[in-house]
């Protein structure tokens, strides 16, 4: 996974020992500020001793290990019952801690395993042609995936990162793919769900599909299965460059001319990600069913415009998983990282009629980055789709249909940083990913990777129609909210529900959140 690994470069140094070896399990978390994020009782163990009081931090007080269906219903029967907040976990991955929750009743969804493939698939209710598809559970992640659909001759569209989940929160945000921009987003691709609602009933999802698509993470009750198209296997090329300036007005021209090739590449059916720092720009992208003949068509403009000493290659890969093994996979993910990021969604046509001042944005935000130069990082994740793949029935912004760039300003601190030191850096991004809200203000953010002060988030995430019509869902399957997480559908109203005495609960749900924004 492209972006684990950079941070791994950027970070590695100022984590301890201790963090690193933190693993995604029962109660980890890939950013370790949602474990020990509460200004009272941290939970980290200092590296130099073993005797240290541990508090519980943000993780769920009391928590269960479903491996079925019938366990998700057992357990949301068990928490309506008491009146608890329920916090929905898989892996871990989310960016705003909403699979962790201080004083919540947490529910491990990782254990519902399972991968099957249906020739002949036809979903539930329907009359469209039968297709070919991929049943997953909630609990699988996108390596099995890919590994099944190599083994099958297929291709299912998915993450960039082989450990994020592939049936919980990357459906629910919207879910993009390095192959979106040729085959939509993840909810274009949805076929079908089953999901356990607040009352305790496993249903699968027809006309409630509008939320699971895109509505947000851990706000409409618990997936139990995902079951998405299957597209017949092809070859990909795939093309990485990387340079380096000595000036930072340089390397921005540089940045200019990807802007400007962007709308050729995407054209072509292209996704890429690009990470750009101050004086250098690398590049990974690919194109699916096309050979690197093509791939150089796309970067026609760009290799004159390389600097001498930069590093370039095309690839002919005989399939999407030889791609990604190559490139995106990594086998020991960097977790237990303190991480924040902040995005926007940029449209096309400020490519087709700006690129100087997409250009300047995008680096009068990256000066806002705060102090720590190693970490002043703009991912830029070409992963948008082609506009041919909207539906009504998705309810992610509609941005992702006309832009072409998730731009993304990340930010990391060592486990010693003051809560001060993690506020300004966290505001460098917040103030960053401002100047291009300034300059594409119609456009919005990827719930799933967004700043956790994004202003106005629900204008933002879903865009003010979807949102409306989510509030009347969320009103229908979900009345009392005990489905509630940051910045979600209704999550910001009721706060925090539990009022068992078990299970006590603060609202404080991440230290800086009473203090910035
Ligand atoms: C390294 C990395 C790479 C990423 N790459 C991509 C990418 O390429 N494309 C992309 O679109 N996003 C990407 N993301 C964002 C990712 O999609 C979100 O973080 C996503 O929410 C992770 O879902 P999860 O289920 O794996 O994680 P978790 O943190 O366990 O859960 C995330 C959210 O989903 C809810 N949830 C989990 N399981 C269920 C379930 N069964 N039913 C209901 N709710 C559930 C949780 O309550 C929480 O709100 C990436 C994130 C990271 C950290």
């Known amino acids: 996974m492209a972006r684990g690994r950079l941070w791994k470069a950027c970070v ?3 984590l301890t020992i201790f963090q690193a070896l933190i693993k995604v399990t029962f109660h980890s978390y890939e950013q370790i500020n949602w474990e020990t994020c509460t200004s009272s009782d941290a939970c980290l163990v200092p590296a130099n001793s073993k ?5 519980q931090g943000s993780i769920s007080t009391y928590s269960v290990h479903a491996t079925s269906s019938a ?28 699979s962790s929750g201080k004083g919540g009743f947490g529910l491990w969804t990782h254990g519902i395993k399972g991968i099957s493939r249906n020739t002949t698939f036809v979903p539930a209710g329907s009359s469209i042609a039968p297709q070919d598809a991929v049943t997953i559970g909630a609990g699988v992640q996108w390596s099995d995936v890919y590994q099944f659909a190599d083994d099958n001759n297929i291709i299912v569209v998915g993450g960039d990162s082989p450990n994020v989940g592939a049936a919980g929160g990357w459906i629910q945000g919207g879910g993009h793919s390095v192959l979106s921009q040729a085959y939509g987003l993840g909810v274009d691709n949805l076929l079908q769900a089953t999901i356990v609602t607040a009352n305790g009933v496993e249903r699968t999802i027809n ?7 895109g509505g947000g993470p851990g706000t409409w009750g618990i997936i139990t299965s995902i079951t998405y198209k299957a597209h017949p296997g092809v070859p990909c090329a795939w093309v990485s460059i990387s340079s380096r300036f000595s000036t930072v007005d340089d390397n921005y021209k540089l940045v200019q001319k990807y802007i400007e090739q962007a709308p050729v590449w995407a054209d072509l059916g292209g996704g890429s990600f690009l990470n750009i720092l101050p004086q250098s720009v690398t590049f990974l992208g690919v194109i699916p069913n096309a050979t690197s003949v093509r791939a150089k068509q796309g970067l026609a403009t760009i290799e004159p415009a390389l600097p001498p000493g930069s590093n370039i290659s095309y690839v ?6 030889s791609f990604f093994k190559a490139t995106f996979d990594v086998s020991n993910e960097i977790v237990g990282i303190n991480f924040a990021l902040s995005s926007r969604l940029i449209p096309r046509t400020y490519f087709e009629t700006d690129s100087a001042g997409l250009a300047s944005a995008l680096r009068k935000g990256q000066v806002f980055l705060g102090s720590s130069a190693d970490v002043q990082t703009i991912q ?10 909207q539906r009504n029935v998705t309810s992610t912004t509609p941005s992702w249909y006309n832009s072409l760039w998730h731009v993304i300003y990340t930010t990391a601190w060592p486990s010693n940083a003051t809560v001060a030191q993690q ?18 203000p119609n456009s919005g953010a990827y719930i799933s990777e967004a700043d956790v002060y994004e202003p106005n988030h629900e204008a933002s995430f879903w865009g003010t129609a979807n949102a409306a019509r989510l509030k009347t869902i969320k009103a229908k399957y979900d009345p009392k909210n005990f489905f509630q997480v940051w910045q979600g559908m209704d999550g910001m109203a009721l706060r925090i529900r539990s009022t068992s005495a078990m ?6 749900m991440h230290p800086l959140l009473t203090s910035f924004a």
Do not use: M, W
């Open 503 to 508: 299970l006590s609960s603060t609202p404080e």
């Open 316 to 321: 002919d890969a005989p399939s999407f998983q």
């Open 71 to 98: 366990d998700v219903v057992k357990y949301v029967n068990f928490a309506t019952k008491y009146n608890l907040r329920i916090v929905t976990k898989n892996t871990g991955h989310d960016y705003a801690g909403r």
């Open 423 to 440: 506020q300004q850096l966290i505001k460098g991004i917040h103030d960053g990913a401002q100047v291009l809200r300034d300059y594409s």
């Open 12 to 14: 590695i140094a100022s």
């Open 207 to 213: 006309e409630y599909q509008g939320a699971i698509r």
């Open 51 to 55: 005797n240290a009081t541990c508090g």
């Open 380 to 389: 830029v994740l070409a992963d948008t789709p082609a506009p041919k793949f």
